[in-house]
């Protein structure tokens, strides 16, 4: 089974913190996604990234950064973190369409970020 | 651009009853449809997808979707519900080469006995 692992469940931070969020996945996935999950509105992709230092702005990419130095790893980074960035945010990893299945996005369980 | 649209935000059945979450997307080139499920503080998990051929699919859980090319609809049912299935549904459509989802807002199914 593929897993996909976020590092913390639960995080609060402090306005004006440099926020790091890590996600691995185990399944040699060459895509990872970034989303942030807000009621009523869905999950909008932050980033993603289709290889090992490549990276594409999502729809919402303002004030978020992100890395991928290893294929197994994306992470997330809030430069400073604000109170209009407490969500719910999810990774997801994909085999790139056509080498393997069709693309479909596996999830970690997420991780529920509150700015104070 | 794609587009997905979930009519319901919230869908109350009762236990055993029949229940369809109704999608719809628009797209002008092939696409792939897919129905996530997310529990409660838990991450989205693969319910079915649409890839190609026979216009209905069927998932896990008992769920089925059925296809609608003419209609660009992807609706999931399931004809008789647990308390268990009470979760937030997402349906979402990837276009033939891209990689990225798009996602509807999400439809909460509401489950009581």
């Known amino acids: 089974d593929v897993k996909v692992t976020q590092s913390s469940r639960y995080l609060v931070k402090r306005t004006g913190e440099k926020v790091f969020l890590e996600c691995v996945q185990d399944m040699d996935h060459e895509n990872m996604f970034w989303y942030r999950q807000d009621p009523g509105l869905g999950l909008r992709l932050i980033y993603f990234?289709?290889?090992?230092?490549?990276?594409e702005k999502g729809d919402i990419p303002e004030g978020y950064s992100v890395s991928r130095e290893k294929k197994e790893r994306f992470s997330l980074i809030l430069e400073s973190a604000s109170t209009n960035q407490t969500s719910m945010y999810l990774c997801?990893?994909?085999?790139?369409?056509?080498?393997?299945?069709?693309?479909?996005?596996?999830f970690g369980p997420g991780t529920r970020l509150t700015v104070t | 651009a794609q587009s997905v649209t979930q009519l319901d935000s919230q869908v109350p059945v009762f236990e055993e009853a029949p229940v369809e979450l109704r999608c719809n997307y628009s797209?002008?080139?092939?696409?792939?449809l897919f129905w996530y499920v997310q529990y409660p503080n838990q991450g989205l998990q693969l319910l079915l997808k649409?890839?190609?051929?026979?216009?209905l699919v069927k998932g896990i859980n008992g769920f089925e979707a059925e296809f609608n090319k003419s209609q660009t609809s992807f609706h999931l049912r399931k004809p008789s519900v647990h308390i268990s299935d009470t979760a937030e549904y997402f349906c979402?459509?990837?276009?033939?080469?891209?990689?990225?989802?798009?996602f509807g807002k999400g439809t909460m199914l509401l489950v009581s006995p």
């Open positions: 990234s289709y290889d090992v230092k490549m990276k």
């Open positions: 649409y890839l190609s051929g026979s216009t």
């Open positions: 797209s002008s080139v092939s696409v792939y």
């Open positions: 997801a990893s994909s085999p790139h369409p056509g080498l393997a299945g069709v693309g479909e996005q596996y």
């Open positions: 979402a459509v990837r276009l033939s080469g891209y990689s990225t989802l798009t």
